[in-house]
């Protein structure tokens, strides 16, 4: 009791002034509301000023924008697992091992972060286009990447490749390899050490990375422009799709297709701030395992 | 199953961590590596489980060469000092752990668990989370967890090394029993003397990645091979002196030393444990020296005493009884006459 209320005190004498904390919390308050409440609230009341017939008319009427909906449900996901087992076999790597070149790994994951979307989407034409790289080759077997569904996958994938990776190091390095050693010492195969002692420890951390990343997947603009040539009905996703009625004038379709993935958005949102309360949740008590050792 | 260690060295970087270091325990035996820390007690232990790899030497379990196997496949139990229990399974699925990897039968787990939890008293606890159990409850976890697939070699990192006091003595009194009942070769690591020589049969004193003596804790302490055990033993005053022609000079105490007849003078040490000095408040013959009362603590079971002697420029220890203490009614200040009963001369080596 004593100390709680000394360490009050104390948290008390380190804060700054009443008004600095009100103005702080007040311009923070305004820009969000500015830059995101507001756009994403004129989302839904655009996607709804027709009333709902026109909203579902709108978003299942036109086959081009059906189209849409579904190749993103088929880029997506294939995206997602693929990044599942890289971002898996990297963070493992970095968070159990140390071997020459671990720096390197780890600032080269964060790449696709600092680079622009649309030189990833350049880099791939280089390399796949028909005058690119591998072009002749491609050609020569009759494999499309480039305009076609593997470019999407692709460009997909380098763009959320860091996403994983990124939310499973930390959480791997917390947690240490204690466990994973002792399981080991009591004689688990490696199979059985990943499904019986890795995989419950991370599970959290995992379901929240690759809810993040499908939501990243799922509104990739930038690389995905670049190598999908724009072909409405074939390569167009969800925000090509998006990006193609807005410039036709259709803005009621343009917000319709808009508002799925501003609820997409919400609902990882939701997700993710509840994983994170439980991941964090597991770091503390293992943390307090290790530091009261000995208490009752 | 006996264990044999020969000639392992290992190395981290510069860091000499074990040199040449030889070793064997007998099957059924219970045996302390006591050292200070970074003195290679660990880096030992985790070389037997093989959790570390020598980097030269051998590693015998029975007659069978273990240096290049596997910690799996030793098929050793390992309790490791922070416990490291499967924080998301509970009490019952921590120790099935051994038994599930190596497909046991359900009613074969199911037995051999239960029985392993009463063994470790902790039934009723069975569907808790280690989250949910005090420290000694979690110890004896990861004990019953590394006993589970019936092993023939038990390695104890600091086991005690993170309760506090009261459990501590608890549970090592109980590890004893544990041993006495189940026989199983078991290495334990630890820093602490009073611990190492109230649970184990033989103690190995580890210093700077080498052993400076092997024997049971009486021996030990009863002929410490040399100062540093002397040292790391505790409760010791020592004096500087030389030996010469048989005869051991500290002051002007004087003691018969037959192992060294040379008519060169030789310096020495001499190490006097804090209860067998005597304290004496007037002459009575014996080669002593004088000094002055500078504290006194009356701590239990014996009474702590410090005194300074001036002509020397030492300070002693010395531990008296309550009757002794009670009988010479010393105070801070007094001056009184100090006589060893018993002491260990150490000639230095020529290096020094």
């Known amino acids: 009791m004593a100390e709680q209320t000394l360490r009050r005190v104390s948290r008390r004498a380190h804060e700054d002034p009443t008004w600095v904390k009100w103005t702080l919390i007040s311009i923070a308050l305004t820009i969000m509301t500015l830059l995101v409440v507001v756009p994403l609230v004129d989302v839904f009341v655009e996607a709804f000023a027709a009333g709902i017939g026109t909203y579902w008319q709108n978003l299942t009427g036109d086959p081009d924008t059906r189209h849409s909906i579904l190749l993103t449900l088929m880029v997506a996901p294939v995206a997602v697992a693929l990044n599942l087992v890289f971002g898996l076999a990297a963070a493992w790597a970095i968070a159990r091992f140390k071997f020459p070149g671990r720096a390197f790994l780890t600032a080269l994951i964060d790449l696709p972060i600092t680079v622009s979307p649309v030189v990833v989407g350049l880099f791939l034409l280089l390399l796949f286009g028909l005058q690119g790289f591998f072009g002749p080759w491609l050609r020569e077997h009759d494999i499309h990447i480039v305009f076609a569904y593997p470019g999407l996958v692709m460009a997909t994938c380098f763009v959320t490749f860091p996403v994983v990776a990124r939310e499973l190091i930390p959480l791997m390095e917390a947690l240490g390899a204690e466990e994973e050693i002792a399981a080991v010492s009591l004689g688990a195969k490696p199979l059985q050490l990943w499904r019986m002692i890795t995989l419950p420890n991370i599970k959290w951390g995992l379901l929240y990375g690759v809810i993040l990343c499908n939501a990243r997947a799922m509104g990739e603009f930038g690389a995905v422009f670049v190598v999908s040539g724009h072909i409405a009905g074939k390569t167009d996703t969800m925000p090509l799709r998006i990006e193609k009625l807005f410039q036709e004038y259709n803005l009621p379709g343009s917000f319709a297709v808009a508002s799925v993935l501003a609820l997409l958005a919400l609902v990882t949102l939701l997700v993710k701030t509840t994983l994170e309360w439980r991941t964090r949740r597991e770091i503390e008590e293992h943390k307090r395992m290790l530091t009261l050792g000995g208490e009752a | ?352």
């Open chain 2, 1 to 352: 199953m006996s264990i044999t260690v020969k000639n392992v060295t290992k190395r981290f970087g510069g860091f000499v961590a074990l040199d040449d270091v030889s070793l064997e325990v007998p099957a059924g035996e219970l045996l302390a590596l006591l050292g200070p820390s970074g003195s290679g007690k660990t880096t030992l232990l985790r070389i037997i489980s093989g959790l570390e790899t020598a980097d030269g030497g051998t590693v015998y379990y029975q007659d069978e060469d273990v240096t290049d196997a596997a910690v799996r496949e030793r098929n050793v139990g390992f309790v490791f000092q922070h416990y490291a229990l499967f924080r998301h399974m509970n009490v019952f699925d921590n120790v099935a752990f051994g038994l599930r990897v190596r497909n046991r039968s359900r009613s074969e787990i199911k037995n051999r668990v239960h029985e392993l939890i009463r063994l470790v008293q902790l039934e009723g606890l069975e569907r808790s989370l280690p989250s949910q159990l005090s420290g000694g409850q979690r110890q004896r976890v990861a004990l019953a967890r590394a006993l589970a697939a019936q092993l023939k070699v038990l390695l104890l990192d600091e086991p005690f090394g993170a309760l506090d006091a009261k459990v501590r003595t608890e549970l090592r009194q109980w590890l004893r029993r544990l041993h006495d009942e189940l026989h199983v070769t078991s290495v334990f690591v630890t820093h602490d003397q009073e611990e190492a020589f109230e649970v184990s049969d033989r103690v190995v004193i580890m210093n700077k990645g080498k052993i400076e003596q092997i024997g049971s804790p009486a021996e030990i302490f009863e002929r410490p091979a040399n100062p540093f055990v002397m040292d790391f033993l505790g409760n010791v005053n020592v004096f500087h002196g030389s030996v010469q022609s048989g005869r051991a000079t500290l002051g002007n105490i004087e003691v018969a030393y037959p192992e060294y007849m040379g008519s060169q003078s030789r310096t020495a040490m001499a190490f006097v444990r804090s209860h067998e000095l005597e304290i004496l408040t007037s002459k009575n013959g014996r080669p002593s020296l004088e000094a002055k009362v500078t504290h006194v603590n009356p701590a239990r079971p014996v009474v702590k005493v410090r005194v300074y002697s001036e002509a020397f420029g030492v300070v002693l220890n010395v531990d008296l009884s309550w009757e002794r203490f009670n009988e010479l009614k010393l105070n801070a200040g007094d001056t009184v006459y100090v006589s060893p009963r018993q002491m260990r001369v150490f000639v230095q080596d020529y290096a020094i």
